[in-house]
């Protein structure tokens, strides 16, 4: 099958494409190289593109008749909730208006099926333990805001035209498949906790104070490898199997999965599986909360199981294995 993936050159994006190729699937990468890299996409070809701009409709529908394409893998985003923050028009141009680009063109090039990255940024700040595909949408921030919205995007395009989808909501990814896939950017806990110990300093604990056992975060940390295999249960569901927008899984949870591990890590936790993969204590420099986060975001992840037999293999220890790992090997 020939499978369509933006965002390929990225960190997660590598993973799945390296997948793709191994089981024998003809990958074209669509990346603009902002934060992707052309040397992780292997012998896939890769074609340089801006999907927020208007001309590229036509270009990316053209692509899709020429390379006969039966699948897309839409990952291109930005994705840093800060920046989202001070740029807000710049992050919808680029996650919605890009997303509705990635639509026209396979709607004009009646490519049928589309898996959708979304984000566990949708819930906001969830009020249950667990938070399931049908849980209240409150995104706090203009990033989730553009996930949420893409979502409804695929929906409406899903039920105008037919096409097959589903969007997968990610939870915290981390770790590395392979040791020259690691996460280059240093933006969420597991990369910048092994960048301060790295540089002999203190790992920054962003409030020891929240309604949680040990007073840190808790997150669902998932290991990019297991997301990745995600995508492909995705890709096969949504290519071989048929429509899968379900108006009777709840409002907003028509075609929606969460990907995370159903398991709760704290922020000390986190530290302390570091602490056991380096072999050296890792001392902590606690800090006040910062804003707007949330104490407690961990997947309820039935349905990915349900509909996708899929679920995660790997643990938090493997995610800061792998991590520590690939930062050796990168040396
Ligand atoms: C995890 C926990 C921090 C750094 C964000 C986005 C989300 C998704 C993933 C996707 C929190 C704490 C962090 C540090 C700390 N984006 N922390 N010290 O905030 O759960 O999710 O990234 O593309 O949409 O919101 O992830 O890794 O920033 O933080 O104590 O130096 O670690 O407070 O509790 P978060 P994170």
Redesign the pocket.
Known sequence: MTVIVTGGAGYIGAHIIRLLAARGDDVVVVDDLSNGRADRVGDARLEVADLAADSTVDRLAALFREVGARAVIHLAAR?R?DESLTRPTWYYRQNVGGLAHVLEAMERADVPSLVFSS???VYGAPSSALVTEASPTAPMNP??ETKLAGEWLVRDAARAWGMRCLSLR?F??AGAGWDDLHDPAA????P??LGRIRAGLP?????SDHPTPDG??I?DYVHVLDLAQAHIAALDHVALAGAVVDDDAGPGADHVLNIGTGVGSS?LEVLDAFAVATGAPVVPELLGR?AG?PPQ?VAAVDRAVDVLGWRAERDLAEIVRSTVRAEVAAR
């Open positions: 994705k909730v984000s566990a940024a990033y989730g990610y915290n990814v933006l969420n806990l597991v910048l906790v790992p920054l604990v962003f409030g840190t975060c997150r922020v910062r986060d975001v």
